[in-house]
């Protein structure tokens, strides 16, 4: 048997989005730029979707623009707001996502910016007094922090940073691709520039997310060519890609609550296990419920031999989960995130991460396979 806990990395499809899709793949091979009745057929199809979409962040259609995931959508609000609004320090933090960090670094690199990273505590929780220092000495800055860590399931309180940047004229953008899916999003009531999602973290497709731009911001493309995305984004749109994507949503939203409690109530299952299983098993990141991503689990583990093999050994055994250590020795680069929180580079961390598909059954078969390991080493 096959256990799946990785899915903060991607999720499987679900179902009903793989019959929409494969329904869209058979009929709806227009190009949605094509004036004729197969290209007009693909062109509502894509802007029902956008409807869905819209509708269920409480946004205006007119803010979301198809991306190829939220990797794209990251760039362009960083990349482009910087440049729209004269934009010459930034404040975010040294546990964001590659697709935010790497954009800043290069940025600054290229001085186009100065890049301040918050302070963090020894569970990554956010200084947002920092955050109002700095911004009190840098008022029209972009702010950039994520909603949920990918790594360590911490949740920031993006509705207070949004008051601290409306406080200040910054322009604030989350990287909500944790999120997305899993909260409830409302941006009729959030005050936010820019927030991002990915399909294939909600039991949707790859390679296709989308940037909400809030309807104030005017900025300029990231990737030039067509007139699609109302001249935002050049490209023929992946039709089917985004008719699963607002599928997934809407899938997502329906069984929102239910899937909430139930894979909360997994997650609190594998922490008291663990805890018998292993006494000395230590947690990354903030563990509180209030504060923390219900899908995502990080373990430190006291099996200090096992550190590159844990994961393989994990593995061979039929569990996918996935891993990071706060080492940054030879090949293995280890972990920016738990770098960041400083965790033990001696002990071995894996991060487990749950969707609607497991079950307790499988939760007790990783707990037992952990405390194998851990006896032997
Ligand atoms: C927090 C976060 N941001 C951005 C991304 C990138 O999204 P994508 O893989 O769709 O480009 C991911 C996915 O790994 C993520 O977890």
Redesign the pocket.
């Given at each position: 048997m096959h256990i799946y806990l990785d899915n903060?990395?991607t999720t499987p499809l679900d179902p009903e989005v793989i019959e929409v899709m494969v329904e869209t793949m058979k009929n709806e091979y227009g190009n949605p730029s094509s004036i004729h009745a197969h290209g007009r057929q693909a062109k509502t199809i894509v802007e029902k979707a956008r409807k869905t979409i819209a509708n269920l962040l409480h946004a205006s259609p007119a803010e979301i623009f198809f991306t190829?995931?939220?990797?794209?959508a990251?760039n362009m609000a960083i990349v482009r707001s910087i440049e729209a609004y004269g934009i010459t320090h930034a404040i975010t933090t040294p546990i964001?996502?590659h697709?935010?960090l790497h954009t800043l670094e290069e940025l600054a690199k290229n001085d186009k910016i100065q890049l301040d990273l918050l302070r963090l505590d020894e569970q990554g929780n956010i200084d947002l007094n920092q955050l109002e220092e700095l911004l009190a000495k840098n008022p029209r800055s972009l702010v950039s922090i994520?909603h949920?860590?990918?790594e360590l399931g911490n949740l920031t309180d993006i509705k207070r940073v949004s008051e601290i940047c409306q406080q200040y004229n910054a322009i604030f953008h989350s990287?909500t691709?944790?999120t997305m899916g899993h909260y409830k999003h409302d941006l009729s009531e959030l005050k936010i520039d820019f927030i991002?999602g990915?399909?294939?973290?909600f039991h949707g497709p790859?390679?296709v997310?989308f940037l909400y731009i809030n309807g104030n911001n005017k900025i300029r493309p990231l990737i030039f060519g067509g007139a699609q995305e109302r001249n935002m984004r050049g490209g023929t749109e992946n039709v089917y890609g985004i008719v699963g994507l607002a599928k997934a949503l809407e899938i997502a939203y329906r069984e929102m609550d239910e899937h909430h409690a139930y894979i909360q109530g997994l997650k609190s299952y594998m922490i008291d296990a663990l805890k018998t299983a292993i006494p000395t098993i230590e947690f990354n990141g903030n563990l509180d419920p209030a504060n923390s991503l219900y899908t995502v689990l990080n373990v430190s583990l006291p099996c200090t031999d096992m550190s590159d093999m844990l994961l393989f050994n994990l593995d061979i055994s039929g569990i996918s989960a996935s891993g990071g250590s706060a080492c940054s020795s030879g090949s293995d680069i280890g972990s920016h995130v738990l770098r960041g929180i400083n965790a033990n580079p001696d002990r071995p961390s894996v991060r487990f991460s749950f969707s609607k598909n497991n079950t307790k059954e499988e939760i007790d078969t990783v707990v037992a396979k952990l405390k194998e390991i851990c006896e032997h080493n």
């Open positions: 903060a990395a190829s995931g939220g990797t794209e990251d964001e996502h697709a935010v994520m949920a860590n990918n990287d691709v944790q991002t990915a399909g294939h973290k790859k390679g997310g």
